[in-house]
């Protein structure tokens, strides 16, 4: 689903502005598998940078994909989203 497409749907909802915690919340929720839609979303829409352009930058995503693979190794049932997050970030280094 295109961002743009999200973000409406967000706002339908009247769930904006999305945050850097909501997209946290969203990731280590338990009924989560696929979190690609979320990063890009993030990527795009999430916060302001200091040039004034939207978004988080690639070091603010994988900050946050940290966070959440650690406390996704605390979820049980969300071991194996962690294995694929670490396999899909430690490769784009």
Do not use: W
Not at 24 to 52: C, K, M, W
Not at 53 to 72: F, H, P, Q, W, Y
């Amino acid at each position: 689903m295109p961002t743009s497409a999200i973000h409406r749907k967000l706002e339908n909802l009247a769930l904006t502005p999305f945050t850097r915690r909501d997209a946290y919340n969203v990731l280590i929720n338990p009924f989560v598998e696929r979190y690609h839609s979320v990063t890009e979303y993030a990527q795009e829409e999430v916060g302001v940078q200091g040039d004034g352009s939207k978004g988080m930058s690639d070091a603010e995503i994988e900050s946050l994909m940290e966070e959440v693979g650690t406390r996704c190794l605390e979820i049980g049932c969300k071991v194996r989203s962690s294995a694929c997050m670490y396999e899909f970030f430690s490769d784009i280094d």
